[in-house]
């Protein structure tokens, strides 16, 4: 009895009707692509989306050059870490010790300039005005400021901003504005910093990431051209530091001769500012020029001719020499690519600019110029 009530069961079970899925209606015509409603709606949210895209680039765009400074540093210290490593140390003691003499050569370079540098430019601002009428008393000064009357106009201003308080409200301003700069640049110097560590840190795990992309048969040599590649971004920034020494070696024989205050603290602030490609000089020149006005006239025109010949030689015959010799590149490319980026992208782009031709010069001669002479 009880088996024939399962039978039953299960035979009701099994004729039971599928459910049928719910109808929503019939589907309608497909939508005319070339209408051309169509054609403006699609157009403009393409619009919409680039403009979305290039105003959230633009908000974020201090943060990615951040992060190219911290790569390129990181790559440029590779070499050192490499270096410290055949010398049987872990990759973490070497990273240490590198970025440890980074954060002491900061410490030191800000303890040492920056004291010079506001006394510097204190001086220059009580001495403004005595400068001013020596710049008069010189024949071929004087006649150009009887026919332009640019000394003139700058007595005018600098009587303006004295006589009725607007200096007082604008070095209020200007020490805000400073210390706001001041607050930014810290930040912006410890971001820097710590993405350096990270990055050089975890740099072999990066290249180790992008190589597992690449097809197994293509994976060596695409390794050795990274490695090569990485070896001349560290040649560069090697290059560019000798250059800087050389540069603040000169300043501090050209300081010393003239007799400038704090010699050694202006060639602490020209090594740094030869680190930056083609502006950088531009940038120390004007310093030095500054700080040897406030002790004469004719002491500033020879400290920036002086440092303007210097610029002429580094320029065409110093770097020239030093990066065909460490990066195997030519000369005219240098100068040419550095032109290029800087250009473009203004410093990051003098920085990236010659470790980029480096590397497509040597891409050329290993996978274009090959395959060119075997077709």
Request: net charge positive; proline share 5%.
């Given at each position: ?15 039971k009707?599928?459910t049928?899925p ?15 409603f169509y ?17 959230a680039?633009a908000?974020v ?10 790569l ?17 140390l872990?990759?973490?003691s070497?990273?240490?010790i590198?970025?440890?003499?980074v954060i002491i050569?900061?410490i030191?370079?800000?303890l ?5 540098v ?25 006649k150009?400021d ?19 308080g607007?200096?007082l409200?604008?070095t209020?301003?200007?020490v ?14 410890l971001?820097?910093?710590i993405l ?34 990485i070896?001349?971004v ?24 003239l ?16 680190l930056?490609?083609l502006?950088g ?11 040897a006005l ?25 770097t020239p ?14 100068i040419?690519?550095a ?6 992208l ?6 990236l600019a ?5 590397s ?16």
């Open positions: 009895m009880a088996i024939s009530a399962r039978i039953k069961k299960a035979s009701q079970r099994a004729v009707p599928a049928l719910p109808d929503f209606g019939a589907l309608g015509e497909p939508i005319n692509r070339a209408h051309p054609f403006g709606f699609i157009a403009t949210l393409g619009v919409l989306s680039a403009i979305v895209l290039m105003r680039l908000s765009s201090q943060i990615f050059v951040l992060i190219l400074i911290a390129f540093l990181a790559t440029g210290l590779n070499p050192a870490v490499e270096a410290l490593r055949r010398r049987n872990s990759r973490a070497a990273v240490a590198i970025f440890a003499s050569f900061v030191f370079f800000a040492v300039v920056a004291p010079p506001v006394s510097q430019g204190t001086q220059l601002i009580n001495k403004a005005p005595a400068l001013l009428n020596d710049l008069t008393k010189n024949a071929a000064i004087h150009l009887v026919q332009y009357g640019i000394i003139s106009t700058l007595q005018e201003k600098l009587k303006s901003v004295t006589s009725n607007t200096l409200f604008s209020f301003g200007g805000l504005g400073v210390g706001k700069s001041i607050l930014s640049g810290f930040f912006s110097v971001t820097v910093l350096t560590l990270y990055f050089i840190t975890s740099l072999p795990q990066a290249i180790k990431l992008g190589l597992s992309l690449v097809p197994a048969s293509r994976r060596d040599r695409v390794g050795r051209l990274t490695d090569a590649i070896g001349r560290g040649s560069f920034v090697g290059s560019q530091i000798i250059i800087s020494i050389l540069g603040s070696i000169f300043i501090l024989v050209l300081s010393l001769a007799g400038l205050p704090s010699p050694f603290a202006i060639a602490m602030i020209i090594l740094v500012c030869g930056i490609p502006v000089h531009m940038i120390g020149c004007a310093i030095v020029t500054v700080i406030t002790q004469s006239v004719l002491i500033g025109v020879a400290a920036f001719v002086g440092y303007v010949i210097y610029i002429q030689v580094e320029n065409y015959i110093v020499r030093i990066m065909k010799k460490t990066m195997s590149i030519p000369g005219a490319v240098t040419i690519a032109l290029i980026g800087s250009s473009l203004g410093l990051i782009g003098g920085l010659v470790p980029v031709a480096a497509i010069i040597l891409i050329m001669d290993e996978v274009i110029i090959p395959r060119a002479d075997a077709s």
